[in-house]
């Protein structure tokens, strides 16, 4: 029986709490994918090379976390590609995916991303862990919306305009439950890139 899966992705880092997350992915035998911000790269480097050799992904989530939707064709090419070579150069591996800032103007990220070979993605479970405290919440979010294919969207780390809270320790708490809990139900834990290879064809039976 083929193994379901479940892609975990996380938002706008690095921060100081992306490795802690990359480690209790890696702990379950699984992959994450990180969709970074440009800017936040400064001071990450080696950690986003050992990710990268650790087996998770990085993808673009632009340079410095525009609404794609407000601003020109031009200056979104140019989020895209400086996002691009900063983790290309970072990490060694140029992304293949792109994610825009709140999901905002999918296809024409999608349409201008194309041209530099990024594949745009989106999520379908959102555990809203960006402004959650109660790590129960997310916990549920998650373990309730789950399904083998999954896309869930959690975030590591926080645009550099964040005016809100700058701790992504719920986060990483709750990822300590549901990641076992995940490996119980028969999940692994999955890179986006691995799960497009070989999309999911059965849901658990525990779901
Ligand atoms: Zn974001």
Redesign the pocket.
Known sequence: MKQARVALTF??GPSAHTEAIADLIAEHGGGGTFFVLGDKIPGHEDLLRRMVAAGHELGN?TFS?PRCSRIGEDELRDELARAQAAVTEASGRAPVLVRP??GDDPERVGAVGGEMGLACILWDVDPIDWRERKVDRIVRRVLDGVHDGAIVDF?DGW?SHHTGIRDRTPTVDALREILPELVRRGYEPVTVSAMSAQPATQTPSSS
Do not use: K, L, Q, V
Request: no cysteine; aromatic share 12%.
């Open positions: 938002d706008d989530h976390h800032p709140y975030h645009p």
